[in-house]
Nanobody, 128 residues
Framework: QVQLVESGGGLVQAGASLRLSCAAS????????IGWFRQAPGKEREFVAIISRSGSSIHYVDSVKGRFTISRDNAKNAVDLQMDSLKPEDTAVYYCAASSFIWSTVLARQRITDFGSWGQGTQVTVSS
């Protein structure tokens, strides 16, 4: 079991940057594939990015490629999401989550149900 807590959200103008952090406890975060998801008002939760246990492999949803960067520091037991060139459509509650499935499975399926542990979320609001 692992517990996750997100931080770093806020209200910013379009074009600004934010860095979200996901802190893990209970088990070392390196035990899991870590993903970031987001949920906008009135919409379903969607996949944003995932990173492998070692940090050597990553994958992003097309809408954030070139703007967002996921990284992990296993020594600090944390996973970050650097968000640059933010757009109003990025407005959502952002969640980090941990999966015990192997990387290839998580990458291929990108299913919310493959992630067993979730943080409480942090609000990101981007104004025009």
């Amino acid at each position: 079991q692992v517990q996750l807590v997100e931080s770093g959200g806020g209200l910013v103008q379009a074009g600004a940057s934010l860095r979200l952090s996901c802190a893990a406890s209970g088990r070392t975060s390196s035990t899991y594939v870590i993903g970031w998801f987001r949920q906008a008002p009135g919409k379903e939760r969607e996949f944003v990015a995932i990173i492998s246990r070692s940090g050597s492999s990553i994958h992003y949803v097309d809408s954030v490629k070139g703007r967002f960067t996921i990284s992990r520091d296993n020594a600090k037991n944390a996973v970050d999401l650097q968000m640059d060139s933010l757009k109003p459509e990025d407005t959502a509650v952002y969640y980090c989550a941990a999966s015990s499935f192997i990387w290839s499975t998580v990458l291929a399926r990108q299913r919310i149900t493959d992630f067993g542990s979730w943080g409480q979320g942090t609000q990101v609001t981007v104004s025009s």
